[in-house]
């Protein structure tokens, strides 16, 4: 079976004098080409997914985006870029067509939707049951070839099975959305959001429109505020928002008590900026990456306060469950992030070469690889 998928490509150039550089300090030069390729023989423990929908994720884009200063692309996250390339993309909704031999919980004709992080269940971490920090992680679309393709193969245990939901456009829009979703569902967890809290939320990107979506419909957030320079992300976060701001015109109205900040932009001094800010327990979760330094000018204000800074990666430990219970009781329409749906794997490609029309145009955008995008 012959399947078009979408491939980043990228020099390994380490940077010199850097001790132990990240991906956006190893991989420049990069590129984005779509091409047929040849599927093998399908592996035992694995699924044949024909995809129907993918979502751009902001990390995706990152990967074939190159930093201008410095020719390295703009990804900081776990990342392995082969010679052959990588086939990108790690959100999703697709029909199992074929199953392993060793596949029992999922059958051919199942609609799913796919975890990301592909854990080992055997590391000290695992055994205690945090799978989002497995020691051994391989993150799909990054270190393993993703979703981007019109048929591709990936680990069983990644699969949810959706088809109750499947059984129009909009399920399936939602589906392609779990893991983003799931991704918020883990921050508010970690920040223990909960009724009568003030949430800022930095960043308009789905997450961070996920994360005000679920602070106000159902951890019970008395005010919401989220911070977007981009207006077209502002008018559409305000739903679900008390207040949307600008960047500065935040710092000019800034809540004088803030009990949980969420960073989901990757602009790492604005949480400086607005620490003091935070209240007596204040809680603040990192979601998106940029390779930037945090820096805290106000670490006695921290200490005395008993404030908490916590990463927050992943979307494992029952978020899918209970994202998808959310939206089957009506409580997590997350089918309205999606702003745009493109076409096929080249225009998906055309998409990821014009990072700028994903940022100021769209909050999610999703390609159709099934040809219809009808399950």
Not at 153 to 161: A, V
Not at 255 to 274: C, F, H, M, Q
């Amino acid at each position: 079976m012959k399947a078009k998928v979408v491939v980043a490509y990228a020099d390994r150039d380490p940077m010199k004098g850097v001790e132990t550089p990240g991906p956006h300090q190893i991989y420049r030069n990069p590129r984005v080409e779509v091409e047929t390729r040849e599927l093998g023989e399908l592996h035992p423990d694995e699924v044949r997914v024909e995809m129907l929908y993918a979502g751009i994720c902001g990390t995706d884009s990152h990967v074939v985006q190159a930093n201008p200063e410095t020719g390295y692309i703009r990804c900081s996250a776990p990342l392995r870029i082969p010679p052959e390339g990588r086939i990108v993309g790690h959100e999703g909704v697709g029909r199992v067509v074929e199953t392993g031999r060793n596949v029992r919980h999922v059958r051919s004709g199942a609609i799913v939707t796919f975890e990301s992080i592909i854990v080992c269940h055997y590391c000290d971490v695992c055994r205690q049951g945090h799978f989002n920090q497995c020691r051994r992680a391989r993150l799909l679309g990054l270190e393993k070839d993703g979703l981007f393709g019109t048929v591709v193969d990936l680990p069983s245990m990644l699969t949810h099975d959706v088809s109750e939901i499947a059984d129009t456009d909009e399920g399936l829009r939602a589906a392609a959305c779990v893991e983003p979703a799931g991704v918020a569902y883990v921050a508010c967890q970690n920040t223990h959001v909960s009724g009568g809290d003030v949430v800022v939320i930095f960043g308009g990107g789905p997450i961070g429109v996920f994360s005000a979506m679920l602070s106000k419909l159902v951890f019970g957030a008395s005010q919401v505020f989220l911070v977007e320079p981009v207006k077209y992300r502002r008018d559409l976060a305000a739903k679900w928002c008390d207040e949307v701001y600008g960047l500065d015109e935040f710092f000019d109205n800034m809540p004088k008590k803030i009990d949980v900040l969420i960073e989901a932009s990757g602009a790492l001094g604005n949480v400086d900026r607005s620490f003091k800010a935070l209240n007596a327990n204040g809680r603040v979760a990192l979601l998106a990456r940029s390779g930037e330094p945090l820096t805290l000018n106000s670490v006695d204000y921290l200490i005395t306060n008993a404030l908490t800074i916590v990463g927050s990666r992943g979307h494992l430990c029952g978020a899918f469950a209970k994202i998808l219970t959310l939206y089957k009781s009506h409580r997590m329409p997350m089918w309205e992030v999606v702003t745009s749906v493109v076409d096929g794997p080249d225009a998906l490609a055309d998409m990821l070469r014009s990072p700028g029309r994903i940022l100021d145009e769209n909050c999610k955008v999703l390609a159709r690889l099934d040809g219809d995008g009808k399950g």
